[in-house]
């Protein structure tokens, strides 16, 4: 069956740095767009940052310049470089694949990012 599992949240201080993992499995990765989304309590689940499966990437206006989003096909991996956090960017972080020609939508169960001001 299809997993993706997240990894590398955690609890750090404002103006630091996470690094976020997602193993995916049971998927033709390179075919997937990935993406990861966050969702603070009583706001809706934003898209942060996607790369498709031939490298193009797009941040949400708020975290260009600081979050770096990548991909190891290789590996079946996706990654989130966080950089700079700050206490808004509290949420539980989701990693997403998805493939709209096979219209196929997966998601993890989320990993908690908690930034201290």
């Known amino acids: 069956q299809v997993q993706l599992v997240e990894s590398g949240g955690g609890l750090v201080q404002a103006g630091g740095s996470l690094r976020l993992s997602c193993a995916a499995s049971g998927i033709p990765f390179n075919i997937y767009t990935m993406g990861w989304y966050r969702q603070a309590p009583g706001n809706q689940r934003e898209l942060v940052a996607a790369?498709?499966?031939?490298?193009?990437?797009d941040y949400a206006d708020s975290v260009k310049g600081r979050f770096t989003i990548s991909r190891d096909n290789a590996k079946n991996m996706a990654y989130l470089q966080m950089n700079n956090l700050e206490p808004e960017e509290t949420a539980v972080y989701y990693c997403n694949a998805q493939n709209s020609y096979y219209s196929r939508t997966y998601w993890g169960q989320g990993t908690q990012v908690t930034v201290s001001s």
């Open positions: 790369i498709t499966s031939g490298g193009r990437v």
